[in-house]
């Protein structure tokens, strides 16, 4: 089987496709990308790759083909630039790229923008292949939720392009369950599966060699918060919390990660003299699981608004897997799993008050009260989340999108 993944982000950025197409391509399937130029999180084209032109590459194996992208820099106007930019090239250049090239199915990874799903479904006209979307963000609610879009005229637009994308996909795939109603409301006649995330296996073993010096990981209590550093994830809770917990000089907060609340955050601490809050930016992928097997506690965040209780954070899954309890500030879907896995506490989301005594209760667990629930945590992972056993669900989808696109034919 022949799979072109399109996706607008792609290593070296962090997104989980990265480690799926890996994974594809080990076990047997011929994969090839067609993604965009390196960027995110910090909206800067990434050392050794330009803006303008199309670059090709070859990354565990797998080509990579890279089209023209306008950077995501600041603001909200940049952003949507970004967004359309890729939209543009994957209609002008994709096809000329690839055009010797044959496909069975294309599967997009679709994290915000869904937008992206417009050139890849064009290019699975041109190739005769069926098309299957994985969706990560509920469109065009997420972006009405996070405020880069509040415009009631634009939101309609936007989801009438949601409803056409979903009508020619030939089969959706979605990362939570309580997507699933909202998505078969745009999609009547297209098949919606529950897919859900998961994390390269390496987060589930024992981490070995050192990690990169880190203030606040090495405190008697760590609380670890790794990913995004944005609007959605609501970070001005875990200033609240650490602002309240003060006090308590041995408990300390360590962000591993940047994005566009990053600065505010690190003005925040400044202004509230937070010496227990600790920001020392980004670290390679490869580090992860060594930094949050060592942490006392993981933390997720989400902001309180509707759209939210039906995500799941994909970090969800890596923290599940590294085997440490977990705080779950958020609504909806993230915490019931936090909670029904038995793997930390939930508090509703954007509450700093409730987060900090979550912390302390937590804080006052017996250590081996601690660890089983980290170790209730990875056998849920283990369970539910395999990264391995997803995989082989994910090649059994392509298969039957490509089945059915032969019966219809």
């Not at 509920?138 to 949601?162: D, F, I, Q």
């Not at 942490?295 to 759209?307: F, G, K, M």
């Not at 977990?326 to 909670?339: D, F, R, S, Y």
Request: hydrophobic share 45%; charged share 20%.
């Amino acid at each position: 089987m022949n799979v072109l993944i399109f996706s607008q982000y792609f290593w070296p950025e962090n997104f989980r496709i990265s480690d799926v197409a890996k994974t594809l391509s080990e076990k047997g399937i011929a994969v090839e990308v067609l993604t965009g130029k390196p960027n995110y999180p910090r909206g800067e084209i990434f050392t050794g790759y330009r803006a303008w032109g199309c670059q090709q590459e070859i990354h565990h194996g797998i080509n990579i083909n890279r089209i023209p992208l306008l950077a995501r820099g600041g603001g909200a106007w940049r952003l949507s630039l970004n967004y359309i930019s890729f939209v543009v090239s994957g209609l002008l250049f994709a096809p000329w790229i690839l055009r010797k090239k044959k496909f069975d199915v294309i599967f997009v990874f679709a994290p915000s923008p869904i937008l992206q799903a417009i050139p890849a479904l064009f290019m699975g006209l041109l190739k005769g292949c069926p098309v299957v979307l994985w969706v990560q963000d509920l469109w065009p609610e997420s972006l009405s939720a996070t405020g880069h879009l509040r415009n009631e005229a634009a939101l309609k637009l936007l989801e009438c392009v949601v409803r056409c994308i979903y009508r020619y996909a030939d089969l959706v795939l979605v990362q939570s369950k309580a997507f699933e109603a909202p998505v078969k409301v745009l999609a009547p006649c297209t098949p919606v599966v529950y897919y859900p995330n998961s994390v390269d296996a390496s987060f589930a073993v024992q981490a070995d060699g050192e990690l990169p010096a880190t203030p606040g990981l090495d405190a008697e209590f760590s609380i670890l918060f790794a990913g995004n550093v944005g609007t959605a994830q609501a970070v001005g809770v875990i200033i609240e919390a650490a602002s309240l917990l003060k006090e308590h000089s041995d408990i300390h907060f360590v962000v591993l990660g940047e994005g566009s609340r990053w600065e505010w955050m690190q003005q925040e601490a400044l202004r509230l003299k937070l010496s227990n809050l600790h920001m020392p930016g980004s670290f390679p992928i490869e580090t992860m699981p060594g930094f949050m097997q060592k942490a006392s506690a993981l933390l997720v965040t989400l902001a309180d608004r509707e759209i939210f209780k039906a995500t799941i954070p994909s970090k969800v899954q890596a923290y599940l897997a590294a085997g440490r309890p977990i705080l779950a500030c958020l609504n909806g879907e993230g915490a019931k799993l936090v909670t029904e896995a038995g793997a930390g506490l939930a508090v509703p989301a954007e509450d700093g008050r409730a987060l900090a005594d979550a912390i302390l209760d937590l804080y006052r667990m017996s250590t081996l009260e601690r660890d089983a629930m980290g170790g209730r945590g990875r056998l849920y992972y283990a369970r539910h989340f395999s990264h391995d056993m997803l995989v082989d669900q994910l090649i059994g989808h392509l298969r039957s999108a490509c089945d059915s696109k032969e019966k219809a034919i």
